[in-house]
């Protein structure tokens, strides 16, 4: 597979990631604790494929303080016991329903797990970031967008 990247969407459709960019600007003020906005980010992320959101993301969570063994066991969150808490877990739990959606809808007990943890507006705001990110995901998937470490020559940096 090649990592070329098929189209600078910024320059062929400057209106169309204006108005994406506003989206998300709008979803990251809704109010949702930052942490929880990155882990969402990056397990959508990691399910969807997306390695330029991946690493935008993944050293943005690193910059802001976030763990390296929480980044590593994110896949694995409901298997790596207290290291998430409940919140987090009922987050990323329905990130995963939103990211899914192959068996139908968003399974009632998962929604009702999340607004246990979140009031309807830090809910909305889930929501709106899980959405945002799907989206940035399946942009950047389809146009094959070069994340920025390859952009800088592939090598790893430490932040």
């Not at 506003?22 to 494929?49: H, M, T, W, Y």
């Not at 899914?100 to 943890?117: I, M, N, S």
Request: hydrophobic share 40%; proline share 4%; with cysteine.
């Amino acid at each position: 597979m090649t990592t070329t990247p098929r189209m600078d969407l910024w320059k062929t459709a400057p209106a169309l990631m204006k108005g994406m960019y506003g989206f998300q600007q709008a979803a990251s003020a809704a109010g949702l604790d930052p942490v929880i906005g990155e882990l969402v980010k990056i397990r959508a992320s990691q399910i969807n494929r997306c390695a330029y959101c991946l690493d935008m993301h993944f050293a943005d969570a690193r910059k802001n303080g976030e763990s390296q063994l929480r980044l590593d066991l994110l896949p694995a969150w409901e298997e790596a016991g207290d290291l998430f808490t409940e919140r987090e877990r009922a987050a990323l739990a329905l990130t995963e329903a939103v990211t899914e959606l192959t068996d139908g809808f968003v399974p009632d007990e998962v929604y009702e797990r999340a607004a246990k943890h979140f009031d309807e507006s830090e809910l909305a705001a889930l929501i709106g970031q899980i959405v945002a990110i799907n989206s940035w995901n399946r942009f950047n998937v389809t146009v094959r967008g070069l994340p920025q470490s390859l952009r800088d020559g592939g090598q790893e940096t430490s932040e």
